[in-house]
């Protein structure tokens, strides 16, 4: 229940560039790095969300204070524009690193990424910045998020939906499941556009969205619950078929999602999976 109110709560407040920082690059660039630094699932997930949300509020900001100066008479619209795309751009490792630290310092009884291991790895790629600009960009995103950064990620949503249909006595096979939902959950973040431009076309039964369809579609994209349905559905799906009905029907009964929804979103995924030649 609580889960499902925060949900409600995130997808009731969304900014509309959400995601936009979400993209292949980025996501791959945070799984690798949380890899090299032996985080856990979690943290990989958290850091993604951390910078999506942090980014987006700080490109909000930025955008209005140069509004102001423009306003006020200080420079142009191009010139303003410019600068806060290129301060963007110089910091954005940056920003990154500390999101995976910050989402490190979240998991305490997992590895944390101390300033020295974060100061070593931004010196290989050039980078010359000092333990006082690491800590400086740490309380930037702290600062710009007004702290909130304990958020849940979808991992969250699809192990406590697993607990939940053990519970109910749903007949799966546990410990197996949750490793494949894990993968398939990389895959999404990984191919996310993919994965929900087949979902949209599913659902509009037409290959060519309109603007207004994309934008009003960015409510679905941001539902961690029905992300955490679909997953184990694909997951239950992929290992035993024989359950796949009886799983349906039970994530049916405990969030609300119709059966109809949870088999599309699982279509995509597949398709995402396994590509397009897939009937």
Known sequence: IHLAAENERYLSELPE????????????????????WHL???TRYQAVELLDR????????????????????????????????????????????????L???????????????????LQRLKYSYTKQELLESELAVLNTLHFHINMSTPLAYVELLLEVLGHNGCLFPAKPLHQVCVQLLDCCYLTRETIYDTLLKIAIENS????????????????????AVGIISTGVFILSPGHWEQV????????????????????????GVVGRTMP
């Open 17 to 36: 560039h959400t995601g936009y920082f979400r993209e292949t690059r980025i996501v791959e660039f945070i799984f690798l790095l949380s890899e090299k």
């Open 40 to 42: 856990d699932q979690s």
């Open 54 to 101: 942090f980014m987006i509020k700080q490109v909000e900001q930025m955008c209005e204070s140069s509004s102001g100066n423009v306003a006020g008479g200080a420079q142009g619209p191009g010139s303003s524009w410019s600068s806060v795309k290129d301060h963007i751009v110089s910091t954005f490792v940056l920003r990154l690193v500390s999101c995976v630290q």
């Open 103 to 121: 989402a490190s310092k979240l998991s305490l009884h997992y590895t944390r990424v101390t300033s020295d291991t974060a100061l070593k790895f």
């Open 208 to 227: 060519t969205p309109s603007k207004l369809q994309v934008a009003k579609f960015l409510i679905v994209k941001e539902d961690f619950m029905l992300l």
């Open 248 to 271: 349906v029907e039970h994530l049916n009964c405990i969030t609300g999602i119709s059966p109809q929804s949870i088999l599309e979103f699982s279509y995509a995924v597949l398709r």
